[in-house]
T-cell receptor
């Protein structure tokens, strides 16, 4: 058990749907991250939050919208996704930026 | 732009053997390097983190080394066991957008044959 939980674990959505991914960390960390893992590609960093403020996004399309209401919770709001957005979405946290990152189990997203 | 390469992409060895996984990176200006394991369909488990000022870190049967100047790291696994079968990912933290960017390799898929 890593102390970082993600829900749902699996999600199938149509291209016109709106859904949200949730991440919660129980480690008292101050930084949280969203990553995308596509088949046969390296993990791609999407968003970084430090003390609930977005550091910057990594040129992620606007159909992905992150939200960090407090240091323990991170959301990824999804709308009008494309089939190529199907991937494993991983959340991570660290005490501070540059510190060791701890990952959640991921949400397997399929866009139909 | 930082690029991380892991070779080989896949490796199969008999149980009990010692093995080495390789990681190379193009920009030596890193803050740290982290090794993870990922089981199929699951998230990542952190194994070892080496700060840029360190040469190696050890945890149980695992030993990771870092040669920052040559842009290389190795993960040594002693006395391999079937439970070690997983994909091993190397990631380097270097300056990117904001304060830090973690760049991952594509991983080495390790299979330990009983």
């Amino acid at each position: 058990e890593t102390g970082v939980t993600q829900t749902p674990r699996h999600l199938v959505m149509g291209m016109t749907n709106k859904k949200s991914l949730k991440c919660e960390q129980h480690l008292g960390h101050n930084a949280m991250y969203w990553y995308k893992q596509s088949a046969k590609k390296p993990l791609e960093l999407m968003f970084v939050y430090s003390l609930e403020e977005r550091v910057e996004n990594n040129s992620v399309p606007s159909r992905f919208s992150p939200e960090c209401p407090n240091s323990s919770h991170l959301f990824l709001h999804l709308h009008t996704l494309q089939p190529e957005d199907s991937a494993l979405y991983l959340c991570a946290s660290s005490q501070v930026i540059r510190d060791e990152q701890y990952f959640g189990p991921g949400t397997r997203l399929t866009v139909t | 732009k930082q690029e991380v390469t892991q070779i080989p992409a896949a490796l199969s060895v008999p149980e009990g053997e010692n093995l080495v996984l390789n990681c190379s990176f193009t920009d030596s200006a890193i803050y740290n390097l982290q090794w993870f394991r990922q089981d199929p369909g699951k998230g990542l488990t952190s194994l070892l983190l080496i700060q840029s000022s360190q040469r190696e870190q050890t945890s149980g049967r695992l030993n990771a080394s870092l040669d920052k100047s040559s842009g290389r790291s190795t993960l040594y696994i002693a006395a391999s066991q079937p439970g070690d079968s997983a994909t091993y990912l190397c990631a380097v933290a270097s300056r990117g957008f904001g304060n830090e960017k973690l760049t991952f390799g594509t991983g080495t898929r390790l299979t330990i044959i009983p």
